[in-house]
């Protein structure tokens, strides 16, 4: 049995006036590449700023494994193409705290083993105002792995690409679950890569949610392209 | 020139204006925080007139108000830019009001208030020079310590959020920064056009560098042109200094704009 890093149980969420869903219960295992997929507006994000605990649940429990590192991919970015920002300069970022500016030796290091992870290492001196969206989202993807996640949420991190680019994504997505056990929710409306790279879903509905094995996707789904 | 006591004094100024400015001007353009530098700076001047009346002296009388100010638009406003525009308007309208006021109150001639407002070389003292200093360090201090939360915070808020860095501390701190950075500023260059060091500078450096430290450099490199140069040529010509320096700032971004251009050409 795998390890049990988030376990769910009759989540009710949503904000004061407004709830967005209730008696949701799941668990995520350690080495799990879950899709969470429904239409918008039905709360995806919602849930997982709950899970974040950006929003507090309005009721309901959710254990999260002590000391459980998460990484997040956030769904928009708000970065000025015109700022001075290289690939290598942007993963920097997620180096905070009160030290001195400059890097050390070990962060360096660690700056570029994540580029070799999301294959971005030849282009860690370009400006990331210059590179393709698919690039873009790899590099958000080696800003998040700097703090060595165990989890990863990815918000919708492929939907403004085109299928070839998703793919490429997704790819380095796939890999990092797999070489590096790293935990993975994934947020989309593709059903074509639902169906491809993840391991599990989580389909959020009106008043009900479906979860389970990635090979046990409803009938009405199998055939759809999108959700 | 360097013979003359107050030509020394406005050089050992108007470096360190140059320096601060040039790294706190990054943040302001990343922060697209030009309108609060402009504000401040205003703010400044009715600070400088509240001192007049109150027997300060006309740094310590701007530090009072845009230390005040900047801490009730950090208070005051929020992440909504709409909002924190508004916000803005109402206390700048608020303290440059009391500026009239003060100015009207104290029995200072009118040339008092215009070289308050455009700055001068000839009434910095070293004294002057030595507070200008120590707030000027301080400064520095402050932002290497929070670089990294700042430089976070300010290139990628969104990502910045998920970091937990404590974003309002940030906010309020860097207001005040600010504050002192204009009321420093504002004694050579003026109260009208300190805003001028702290946005054009590093808005030209933008389209030379490709990293944060770098445009840091940079808009620090085009201060200092603009204010030795200034100071030069405000000398020799007996002309404002201020206006030297507004027009190579400008030149200098113009230069940038052009240099962008031909660069996306390629």
């Known amino acids: ?145 700097i703090k060595n996640p165990e989890l990863l949420i990815l918000d ?61 996707l409803p009938d009405q789904l199998k055939g759809e392209s999108h959700v | 020139m360097f013979s003359y006591e107050f030509m020394q004094n406005a050089y050992l100024a108007g470096t360190l204006i140059a320096i601060i400015s040039g790294i706190m001007g990054v943040f302001v353009i990343a922060r697209n925080m030009s309108f609060m ?55 700048s309208g608020l303290f440059i009001g009391l500026g009239i006021l003060f100015l009207a109150l104290s029995d200072k001639s009118s040339s008092y208030a215009t070289s308050i407002l455009f700055g001068s070389v000839i009434g910095i003292s070293r004294a002057d020079v030595w507070q200008m200093s120590i707030l000027s360090i301080l400064i520095l201090i402050v932002s290497l310590l929070m670089y990294r939360n700042l430089k976070d915070d300010s290139f990628d808020p969104v990502g910045a959020k998920t970091n937990h860095i404590p974003n309002r501390l940030i906010s309020v701190v860097f207001l005040i920064m600010l504050a002192l950075n204009v009321s420093v500023a504002a004694q050579i260059v003026g109260s009208l056009l300190i805003f001028i060091l702290l946005t054009l500078p590093a808005s030209s450096a933008k389209y030379f560098a490709h990293t944060v430290f770098s445009m840091m450099l940079l808009a620090i490199a085009f201060a200092l042109v603009g204010v030795w140069v200034g100071l030069y040529l405000g000398y020799v010509t007996n002309l404002p200094v201020t206006f030297f320096i507004a027009v190579i700032e400008a030149l200098i971004y113009g230069v940038a704009l052009i240099f962008n251009q031909l660069k996306y050409r390629h």
Do not use: C
């Open chain 2, 37 to 91: 530098a402009h504000t401040l700076s205003e703010i400044g001047f009715a600070g400088a007139a509240f001192g007049m009346y109150a027997g300060l002296t006309p740094l310590n009388g701007m530090l009072v108000f845009t230390t005040i100010s900047s801490m009730l638009v950090g208070q005051l406003s929020s992440k909504i830019e709409s909002r924190r525009e508004s916000v803005i308007s109402a206390i």
């Open chain 1, 156 to 216: 919708e991190s492929t939907a403004s690409l085109d299928p070839k680019t998703k793919r490429e994504v997704l790819e380095v997505v796939s890999k990092l679950n797999r070489e590096l056990n790293i935990t993975i929710i994934f947020i989309s409306h593709d059903l074509n890569l639902v169906k491809e790279y993840p391991d599990s879903f989580l389909w959020l509905k009106r008043d009900e949610y479906l979860s389970g094995d990635i090979n046990n």
């Open chain 1, 1 to 145: 049995m795998k390890e049990t890093l988030i376990k769910v149980q009759n989540l009710e969420v949503g904000y004061p006036n407004q709830k967005v869903f209730q008696n949701l219960s799941f668990e995520i295992h350690a080495g799990q590449f879950l899709a969470v997929i429904g239409e918008n507006g039905i709360g995806k994000t919602t849930l997982i700023k709950t899970l974040l605990g950006q929003i507090k649940p309005l009721n309901g429990k959710i254990e999260i494994e002590n000391h459980l590192k998460i990484g997040y991919v956030p769904q928009f970015r708000n970065i000025d193409i015109e700022y001075p920002l290289t690939i290598a300069d942007f993963i920097s970022l997620n180096f905070t705290g009160i030290k001195l500016p400059w890097l050390s030796k070990r962060e360096k290091q660690k700056i570029n083993e994540v580029l070799k992870q999301v294959n971005l290492f030849h282009l860690r001196n370009r400006p990331l105002g210059m590179v393709s969206g698919g690039e873009k989202q790899r590099a958000y993807l080696a800003q998040a792995l």
